[in-house]
């Protein structure tokens, strides 16, 4: 039986890098239901499919199918918010059409409390104003997921576990763990001075369902290494679900006969 969920936050799936955890996505959304469902930007990683067009691969095509199965099928909103890797759809905010709406940023009402739902990526200096220092970082960032993928292989090899080698220097290099601080600082004040009671972002790869100083500061993480979402149910509780291939895998043969449905 399909989870249910009044809303789920999904961001950073990158889909163009070849690094996109995309089949996941999709089998986590095959079992679930929604009323709402929020992409949280960098959904599509315009960044890498500017440098080449191979890197858009068949499931990235299924996933959009899905979302839009869930629109037809289970009456799924949709709320696009745009992030810095897909900015391109800043030139079409607001854009709402039935249940779809792509927009800069949104207000989303969660029981009795107001949230203000953003990427993020507005409060990062260095993406929003030197944006050729922000695809250097992210040449890097993809350069460290290349050395994290064959590091993988050989920890496989030796049946251990995965290791996240970009997770474990955001929680122990000092710089890291101040940006993250102060990008959380950031958002929570902004929060504050507009009178909400909690702040909805992704950007930074962190998932984070925690209270600062009076305000719910929520991360929805990423579909690149952590795989997480963010999840409120009917009562307005919310809660980081985190992707499992146990409960959430599936056989691949299934999903194609079932997409033709």
């Given at each position: 039986m399909r989870k249910h969920f009044k809303t789920i936050v999904l961001s950073d799936i990158h889909l163009g890098s070849e690094y996109s955890k995309t089949r996941e996505v999709i089998n986590f959304l095959r079992h679930v239901n929604c009323n709402r469902l929020i992409l949280n930007g960098d959904i599509i990683d315009c960044w890498k499919l500017k440098r080449t067009c191979r890197?858009?691969?068949?499931?990235?095509?299924e996933l959009i199918k899905?979302?839009?199965?869930?629109?037809?099928?289970?009456?799924t909103e949709i709320i696009y918010v745009r992030g810095n890797h897909d900015d391109f759809v800043t030139k079409l905010t607001p854009f709402h059409l039935a249940n779809i709406h792509i927009v800069s940023?949104?207000?989303?009402?969660s029981g009795n409390k107001r949230?203000?739902?953003?990427?993020?990526?507005?409060?990062?200096?260095?993406t929003t104003n030197l944006r050729w220092l922000a695809q250097l970082g992210d040449i890097g960032y993809t350069l460290l997921l290349n050395i994290n993928k064959y590091y993988n292989i050989?920890?496989?090899?030796?049946?251990?576990?995965?290791?996240?080698?970009s997770q474990q220097i955001k929680q122990h290099v000092k710089k890291a763990v101040s940006y993250i601080s102060d990008f959380q600082k950031e958002?929570?004040?902004l929060a504050r001075s507009q009178n909400y009671d909690g702040v909805i972002c992704g950007h930074i790869h962190q998932a984070a369902n925690e209270m600062h100083e009076g305000?719910?500061?929520?991360?929805?993480?990423?579909?690149v290494e952590s795989l997480t979402a963010l999840t409120e149910d009917d009562y307005g509780n919310w809660n980081i679900e985190t992707y499992s291939e146990k409960?959430?895998?599936?056989?691949?043969?299934t999903y194609q006969l079932e997409v033709a449905v």
């Open positions: 890197s858009w691969k068949k499931e990235h095509t899905v979302l839009m199965k869930m629109m037809e099928n289970c009456d940023n949104y207000t989303l009402i949230y203000f739902v953003t990427h993020g990526d507005i409060f990062d200096t260095v050989y920890r496989t090899w030796r049946k251990l576990p995965y290791y996240s080698l958002l929570v004040s305000i719910h500061y929520l991360n929805s993480g990423d579909w409960e959430y895998g599936r056989d691949e043969s």
